[in-house]
C-alpha cells in the first residue's frame, strides 16, 4: 500500500488540531482548503466575541463544513471567557442547586454564545462522578458525586446545549471522577470492578447518550476490569467493546488532548494517535502543547504509517473519517447562527442567578455580623491548578466585593508565599477591620488549612469563603461555601458580604 491522496484525505480528517494567534495561520488556511475537517480553539485564539467570530468565519472561508471545537466548560473550565472570567458557573454548583431546567438553560445559553462565535462542537460536560474528593483534576468540573444526580445533569448539559446548534462532548469516558493522578502527568488507575463502574461511572455515559449526546471524549485511564495493559484511550475494549457494542454509542469518538503524559509518554504524539484510531477513537485532539503544522502533520503521518504497516486497518479510519465527516455536516446545518436569548423577568443574568442560588451560608456565632460592617481585608490563598484550568483566569472575592464595599484591601498568598510572617502581615493590615479568608480547595492543600488556622487563632470573627469543594463548614465565624471558583460565583459571595443579596 502506497501513501496516496485518498489515504492522506483519510488521515487528514480524523485530526483536530490547534494554532497559535487570533487569526488562522497561512498553513491552517492551506490544510482546511487541501481537506482538513476541523480545528481546536485554545484562550490564545481569543480576545474578544467579535474576533472569535471573524476568526471561525475566515476558517468557513476556507472549508465551509468546518468543526470548530472548544473546552468551554463554563466555570473553572472556560477559554471563551479566560480574561474576563467565567460569567456562569461551573458543574459542581449547578449540581449544588439540583434544578434540571436551570442547568439546561445556562447550557443553552453557553450554546448560543458559541454558536454566535461561530463554533460548533463543545468539548463539554464533564460526565464524571466526583467519587474522590482528594480528585486533582476533576472536581468541580463534575455536577457532584452522586451518579443519578451527575446521570440527570449530564442529559439537561447536553439538551440544552445541542439545542443551540453546538454538539456536545461527554467526558471522560469511562470516568475520571475515582483518581487521584492528574492524566496531563501521568496515567490514573481507576480501580474499580467492572460492576462498581456500571453502577456509578457509566451511568452518566449512559444517560448522555440516550439524550443524543453526538460526541463522547475519551480518558486517559487505565481501568484494568476493562482493559489492564491499554490506556482507555488506546483501547479497543473500553472504545468498541465497551462504549460502541454495549453502550451503544454511534457518534464521533475524540481523545482528550493526545499530547499529555499518560498516552504520548509511552509512544510519543504520533504513535498514540494512531493507537487511539486503531482502537476505536475517530478524532485526535491535538495542539494544546504542540500548536503548529509539522506536530499536524506528523499525527496525520504517523496515522498513514500505521495502515501502510498493517496494524491500523484502512476500514477502521475510513470509519472513523465518515463519522467525523457527518459531525461536520450536522454543525454546518445548525451551527453558527445568532440566537437570542429571551428577557428575563428579573433582568438578572442567569449566570449570576445561578450562583446566587449556589450559595450556603453557615452563621457559627451569634455575634456573627453579616453583611460586613466596613470595608474589609481580604486574603485569598491561591492554590497551583492543574492544566486545564487557565491560570491567569481572574477568581475570587477580593475585586468584586471592592467594587461594592470601596476601601476593601486584598491580599493574596500562595503555596511559597504563605509563611507565618505574611499571615502576620495580613494580621496586621486587617486591625479594626473586617477580616475575610478566601480559600480553594482547602482539605487538599494542607498549606491552605495551615494559614487558615493561624489566622482564625488571632481573629476568629473571620469570615471563610469557600471557593472549591467544600470540606468543612465549621470554620470562621460565618462560612460561606460558594460552589465554585468562577468570577460570577465571586460576585455573588461579595454581594453577600456587603448587604446587597440577602440569602
Known sequence: MKRGPELLRLADTVVLPGFEGKSPPDWLR????????????????????????????????????????????????????????STRPGSFALGV?????????????????????????????SADVNSNPDNPVIGLRSFGAD????????????RGLQSSGVAACAKHFPGHGDTSVDSHHGVPLVAATAEELREVALRPFRAAIAEGVRTVMTGHLLVPAFDDAMPAT??????????????GFDG?????????AAVSGPYGIGGASARAIAGGADAICVGGEHADEHTALA????????????????????????????LALWGASTGHVRRSAPARPDDVPI???????????????????????????????????????EKDTPWGVGEPLG?????????????????????????ASAVDRPLVAVVRDAHRHPWQTDALNHLLAARPDTVVVEMGLPGRSDLGAVHIATHGSAKVCGQAAAEVLAGDLRL
Open 403 to 427: 467594587k461594592l464595599l470601596p476601601g476593601t484591601t486584598v491580599t493574596r498568598l500562595s503555596v511559597s508565599t504563605a509563611t507565618g510572617g505574611a499571615v502576620e502581615s495580613v494580621l
Open 97 to 125: 442547586v439540583d434544578d434540571l431546567e436551570l442547568t439546561e438553560e445556562i447550557a443553552r445559553d453557553l450554546g448560543r454564545d458559541l454558536a454566535a462565535a461561530g463554533i460548533n462542537l463543545d468539548f463539554a460536560p
Open 299 to 326: 499525527v496525520r503521518d504517523a496515522i498513514v504509517d500505521a495502515v501502510i504497516e498493517g496494524w491500523l486497518p484502512e476500514e477502521r479510519l475510513a470509519d472513523a473519517a465518515r463519522r467525523v465527516c457527518e
Open 252 to 260: 464521533v469518538i475524540v481523545t482528550d488532548g493526545i499530547e499529555m
Open 30 to 85: 492551506r490544510r482546511l482548503a487541501d481537506g482538513l475537517t476541523g480545528v481546536v480553539l485554545f484562550s490564545r485564539n481569543i480576545a474578544t466575541p467579535s474576533q472569535v467570530a471573524d476568526l471561525t468565519a475566515a476558517l468557513r472561508a476556507e472549508n465551509p463544513q468546518v468543526l470548530v471545537g472548544i473546552d468551554e466548560e463554563s466555570g473553572e473550565v472556560t477559554r471563551l471567557e479566560a480574561a474576563a472570567g
Open 147 to 158: 451518579p443519578d444526580l451527575v446521570s440527570r445533569h449530564t442529559a439537561a448539559w447536553v
Open 234 to 247: 488506546l483501547s479497543g475494549r473500553v472504545l468498541h467493546d465497551l462504549l460502541r457494542v454495549e453502550l
Open 351 to 389: 449566570g449570576l442567578a445561578a450562583a446566587r442560588r449556589a450559595l450556603r451560608i453557615t452563621r457559627r456565632s451569634a455575634s456573627a455580623v453579616l453583611p460586613l460592617p466596613a470595608p474589609p481585608h481580604v486574603v485569598e490563598l491561591a492554590p497551583e491548578m492543574n492544566l486545564a484550568i
